[in-house]
């Protein structure tokens, strides 16, 4: 009797027969010897046919948490076309199995395509990230850390596998990493300058208040978005009068990030914002707010229930109204960050142009 994957493996392979999500799903968690067949009859399959079908797994994957892709993206990150590596790497985005770290850090120096690099690059930031919250041991981090400190000290790598490097390892905190983000900020290069702003954001790290908040006003609407993303993530309360105005962004998506950014941060003027937008008459605008608020709702909750006196063992309560009215008073007059200025200006001017050292 055939089954259902094989039926499916068949169409795959008639380029006449479309690809409908009911199909593809029946590709999902296949047996060890399931993916042996895929991986044997796919790279037979005409280039282009192999491209729609790898970007729509991926997007089905995204959609439908319960499909199963991962041993199927494996089997294509040696596929001799770049484009379905690419698809195959961000399409094992949740996958954190150590032999996966072993094949992004090949594919991450070896690959041929700078695109396929750049989401290697991007993938690693997820074991950086776990080897950070002690997840995964500590010399698989510093592997990776390596790693992405020989692509962006690479003055002959692509930018953007160099950008993308910058991206992931903003999830360290220490000051050589403050010294590469400040680097890349320093670039010429508008897509660099992005990604620090990113990486500013990425790694909570106040000292890099000032710049963002600089940034909330570019000319470019990438970076606003980038900006915007980054005062969510660094909670920056000063940041919110401008993202009001960002919420009337002639860029969709800028106002989009904005909304979230608020819904991060919090406070009595950024639910009073978002509660204004959820009745918007515009659907996507009225939905992010209300996500927004979800968000900001949860981390009240969770705030307001109890939090641990430091100075003994019980656990005491704590009046949100009147912690909230305190931060509303510093949005009012701002908060003192001249040791974080200073810490900012002190890192920006010893950076290299070109090559990075690290020692």
Not at 284 to 311: C, Q, S, T, W, Y
Request: proline share 4%; hydrophobic share 45%; charged share 35%.
């Amino acid at each position: 009797m055939v089954s259902d994957f094989e039926r499916a493996l068949h169409i795959l392979q008639s380029p006449d027969q479309e690809l409908t999500r009911e199909i593809l799903s029946w590709l999902s968690s296949p047996t060890r010897e399931e993916s042996a067949l895929f991986a044997h009859c796919f790279p037979t399959i005409d280039v282009e046919r192999r491209r729609d079908i790898i970007a729509r797994m991926v997007a089905c994957a995204e959609e439908s948490f319960y499909l199963d892709y991962g041993d199927l993206f494996r089997a294509c990150l040696g596929d001799v076309d770049p484009f379905v590596r690419r698809q195959a790497i961000e399409g094992l985005w949740e996958d954190e199995r150590l032999d996966l770290l072993r094949r992004l850090l090949q594919l991450v120096h070896q690959d041929p395509d700078p695109q396929v690099r750049a989401a290697a690059a991007t993938s690693l930031g997820r074991f950086l990230y776990l080897a950070e919250v002690e997840m995964l041991s500590a010399r698989y981090g510093e592997q990776v850390r390596e790693a992405l400190e020989r692509i962006i000290q690479n003055r002959d790598e692509d930018i953007e596998v160099v950008r993308r490097a910058v991206e992931s390892i903003a999830f360290i905190n220490d000051d050589d990493v403050r010294r590469i983000i400040g680097w890349a900020y320093d670039q010429d290069h508008p897509l660099m300058r992005i990604s620090a702003v990113f990486a500013m954001g990425r790694s909570a790290d106040p000292v890099w208040s000032e710049t963002v908040l600089i940034e909330l006003d570019d000319a470019s609407p990438e970076m606003r978005f980038e900006a915007a993303r980054a005062a969510g993530e660094l909670q920056l309360r000063r940041a919110v009068p401008q993202l009001a105005r960002l919420l009337h962004d002639p860029d969709r998506e800028v106002q989009e990030m904005a909304i979230w950014a608020l819904g991060q941060i919090g406070g009595k003027r950024a639910r009073r914002l978002l509660e204004e937008l959820v009745d918007s008459e515009d659907e996507v605008i009225a939905a992010a707010a209300e996500d927004a608020l979800d968000e900001l709702d949860f981390a009240v909750g969770m705030m307001d229930l109890m939090v641990i006196n430091p100075d003994e063992t019980d656990m005491v309560e704590v009046d949100l109204e009147e912690w909230d009215a305190e931060e509303e008073l510093e949005d009012d007059f701002g908060a003192d960050e001249d040791e974080a200025q200073d810490s900012q200006r002190d890192q920006e001017d010893d950076w290299p142009d070109e090559v990075i050292d690290l020692g």
